[in-house]
């Protein structure tokens, strides 16, 4: 496993127990970092990621809204909020991330960690964000 990836679903996992038990950031990272075995870099990349996601969900939470079709936030399984929030954190925020790359780790990861919907249903989110951010910049 990558360090990306390992970072990755270590940010996930600090947002998913954030959502449970709102227990505090500093705590649930400490504990993630001694377990996941990053190299300075991947640890690295998991704090900027935790960091920029936890400062932005407002802004993050409301850009999925905007692409749920006939669903709400609300009822979202927790993990795949999770899930969305780390990579559309990394789409709107991390430029040098190519969208690719954002999109194939979420569904990788929703394939491990959700549902049998899951990977499907967030590919569809994280490809409309996509494509409303790239309109954008365009």
Known sequence: MTQRRR?????IEVLYRYDIVSEPIEKTTEEIKNRKQFTPQGYGYFQN???TTIQNLPTIDETIKRHLKHWSFSRLALIDRAILRVASSELIYFP??????????AIEIAKKYGSDDSARFINGI???IC???LNKKS
């Open 96 to 105: 040098e991330i190519p969208y690719k790359v954002v999109i194939n780790e």
């Open 7 to 11: 970072a990755r679903e270590g940010a």
């Open 126 to 128: 994280l490809d409309a």
């Open 131 to 133: 494509k409303q951010n």
């Open 49 to 51: 990621l935790v960091k």
